[in-house]
Every structure is written in C-alpha cells, then in structure tokens.
C-alpha cells in the first residue's frame, strides 16, 4: 500500500484545509485509515482515524469538534476537514494504513504511513 498526502498549506487563524489522503495498492475498503501530526521538536501524535466503512470514527480531544474524518472507498481516498485552525495545529500531517479491525490510536498500529504535507497556521 502507497499513501500520497495532499492539501496542506499557510491558512490564518480560524481558516480551513481539507487534507486528502489517496492510496494505491492494496484493498482500500479493508484499511483502518488514520491521521497523525508533528509539530517541529515534538512526538508525532495521533489526530483522528476512521474504520473501514467509515462507520466509526475517533478523534484526539484537541480536534474534536473541529476536525472531520471522511473517506471514499471508491476513490480510495480519505479526508481530513480541518477548521477552525489554531497556530498549534501547525505540523507536518501524515496518513496511515492498517488491516486491522478498528481504528487505533497508537502509531505503531499502523503498517503504512504517507509522505506528510505541511499545515502552517498563522497568528
């Protein structure tokens, strides 16, 4: 499985991105899709992840309420609605894969990981 990210970009305070997250290879709708962050000098942290179906999805407290998980099985691609854009949400964002059953949070459950793409957030 490849996963290609795209969308990111400098957005102002309170704006909004939309990440995408295609994938090639591999039977799309049997993936657990998740998406991860890294801000400069910090850990990767988990930011939200969605099950097979898209029946189910989870999210960190920090992007809850302003963020949304999506995917289309048919384009093989899964979304990242963000609003409401903070400074602290500046990072690099990544896309992962997994066969499991349900959406982890933890980034050693996934198999297959994105290239990133940038979000910058100014003040």
């Known amino acids: 499985v490849q996963l290609q990210a795209s969308g990111g970009g400098l957005v102002q305070t309170g704006g909004s991105l939309r990440l995408s997250c295609e994938a090639s290879?591999?039977?799309?709708?049997?993936?657990?899709m998740g998406w991860f962050r890294q801000a400069p000098g910090k850990e990767r942290e988990f930011v939200g992840a969605?099950?097979?179906?898209?029946?189910?999805?989870t999210y960190a407290d920090y992007v809850k309420d302003r963020f949304t998980i999506s995917r289309d099985n048919a384009k093989r691609t899964v979304y990242l609605q963000m609003n409401s854009l903070k400074p602290e949400d500046t990072a690099v964002y990544y896309c992962?894969?997994?066969?499991?059953?349900?959406?982890?949070?933890?980034?050693?459950?996934?198999?297959?990981w994105g290239q990133g793409t940038q979000v910058t957030v100014s003040s």
């Open positions: 992962a894969a997994d066969t499991g059953t349900d959406p982890e949070r933890i980034e050693y459950d996934y198999h297959w």
């Open positions: 290879g591999g039977t799309f709708r049997t993936l657990v």
């Open positions: 969605i099950s097979r179906l898209g029946g189910y999805r």
